[in-house]
C-alpha cells in the first residue's frame, strides 16, 4: 500500500486539507508551507491520485510544446537539451509533457493552438523561436491562456518569457574576432522573421559599425540553423573573389557545417579562418577543434520556463515574470589571431 496524504500531512506537521492544497497548487498556501509539504511528499515518495486531482480540477495535468519545424528536430542538441528540462521540471510538479511537430505558419500549427486555446488537450503551452511578429503570443495573450516563451516579440504588452540577450552575445563575439585583427568578419544569421535573430544582426552591425569596420553585403548570409545550411552557405564564401577570415554563426549547428565545409577545401579552422557559433551545445566542446561559442544554459531555460508555467496554472505570478540571461563568451581553438 502506497503513502497516503494523511502521512504526508502528519509529516509536515499541516492538516490533510492544506496538504492538498499545497501539493494541488492553490495560492492560498503560503511558500513556506508548500515547500514544506513537497519536502515531506518527497521524503515519504507520495505518489498523488492523478486522476483525482484531474476530476477536481477540470485540468488535464498536461503541458504543451509544439516544435515549430517539419522535420524532427529531436536529433538538433538545441531541442533535446531544452526538452529534457522541460520534461525534468514537469515531472516534478506532476505534470505530463504533451509534445508535437508543424511547420512554422501551417495550417496544423495553427490547429494545434486553436485546440489549446478551446480547451482539450493541455492546461498551457511553452513556446520557443519567437517571431518578430509573433501571431501564437497575441493569440495566447488575447485569450489569456496560460503560456511561457522562450523569446522576446516585436510587442508592447508584457508576457512570461525567459531570454538570452543575443545582440550583447553577438557583440562580445564580434568584438573578439577584431582584437584578434580580424576585419573581414562574417555573419551568418538565422532566419530573418525570428526576433533573436535581428536581435543577433543587430549586434553583428553595431560592433562592426563602431569599431570603424564596413561590412560588406555579401558577407552576412542567411541559414536555417542546421548543419547543412551552414555547409552551403560557407562554401558559397569560399567560391567567392574575398573570402572572410572570420566567421560567426546565428547556432552552433550552422557553424559546425561552417567548419565542414572549410577543412573540405584542406584549410585549417583556426588559422586559415576562425569560427564561432552560438548555444555551446555539448558536441561543441569535442568538434576538431573545439568550437569557441556563446554559451546559454538550455536546459535550465527549459526548466525555468516548465517552473514558471507550473506558477502560473497555479495562480502565482512568476518571479521574475521576464528573465533576460547574459550570454557566456566560451573561447576555444576555432579562434585565433588573423594572419
Known amino acids: 500500500m502506497g503513502i497516503t496524504l494523511k502521512e504526508v500531512a502528519k509529516e509536515a506537521g499541516v492538516s490533510i486539507t492544506t496538504a492538498s492544497r499545497a501539493l494541488s497548487g492553490y495560492d492560498d498556501v503560503a511558500e513556506k508551507t508548500r515547500k514544506e509539504v513537497e519536502r515531506a511528499a518527497d521524503a515519504l515518495g507520495y505518489i498523488p491520485n492523478l486522476m483525482a486531482r484531474r476530476l477536481k480540477t477540470g485540468r488535464t495535468g498536461t503541458l504543451g510544446f509544439i516544435i515549430p519545424d517539419t522535420s524532427s528536430r529531436l536529433g538538433d542538441p538545441f531541442f533535446s537539451n531544452f526538452l529534457a528540462g522541460i520534461g525534468n521540471e514537469a515531472a516534478l510538479h506532476g505534470f505530463d509533457l504533451l509534445i508535437t ?18 480547451g482539450g488537450w493541455v492546461d498551457g503551452v511553452i513556446l520557443v523561436r519567437t517571431r518578430v511578429d509573433d501571431w501564437r503570443i497575441r493569440y495566447l495573450y488575447e485569450n489569456n491562456y496560460p503560456f511561457v516563451a522562450f523569446g522576446r516579440t516585436n510587442y508592447e ?8 540577450d543575443s545582440k550583447a552575445g553577438i557583440s562580445q563575439m564580434v568584438q573578439h574576432l577584431i582584437d584578434l585583427g580580424h576585419k573581414e568578419i562574417a555573419f551568418l544569421a538565422p532566419p530573418a522573421n525570428l526576433m533573436f535573430a535581428r536581435l543577433r544582426r543587430e549586434g553583428y552591425f553595431d560592433t562592426m559599425t563602431a569599431n570603424n569596420i564596413q561590412w560588406k553585403a555579401d558577407f552576412v548570409r542567411e541559414g536555417n540553423m542546421t548543419r547543412q545550411s551552414g555547409y552551403e552557405q560557407m562554401n558559397i564564401l569560399l567560391s567567392s573573389k574575398n573570402r572572410p577570415t572570420a566567421i560567426i554563426a546565428g547556432n552552433d549547428m550552422m557553424a559546425l557545417g561552417v567548419m565542414d565545409a572549410i577543412q573540405e577545401r584542406g584549410l585549417t579552422v583556426g588559422q586559415d579562418i576562425s569560427v564561432a557559433g552560438f548555444d555551446d551545445v555539448p558536441v561543441s566542446a569535442f568538434t576538431n577543434p573545439p568550437l569557441t561559442t556563446l554559451r546559454q544554459p538550455i536546459y535550465d531555460i527549459g526548466r525555468t520556463c516548465c517552473r514558471m508555467l507550473v506558477d502560473i496554472l497555479a495562480g502565482r505570478r512568476p518571479e521574475p515574470y521576464q528573465a533576460l540571461l547574459s550570454p557566456q563568451l566560451v573561447l576555444r581553438d576555432s579562434t585565433g589571431p588573423n594572419k
Request: aromatic share 12%; glycine share 8%.
Open 157 to 164: 504588452f508584457e508576457y512570461p518569457l525567459v531570454d538570452e
Open 101 to 118: 511537430t508543424h511547420s512554422p505558419e501551417s495550417r496544423g500549427e495553427h490547429e494545434s493552438y486553436t485546440r489549446a486555446v478551446g
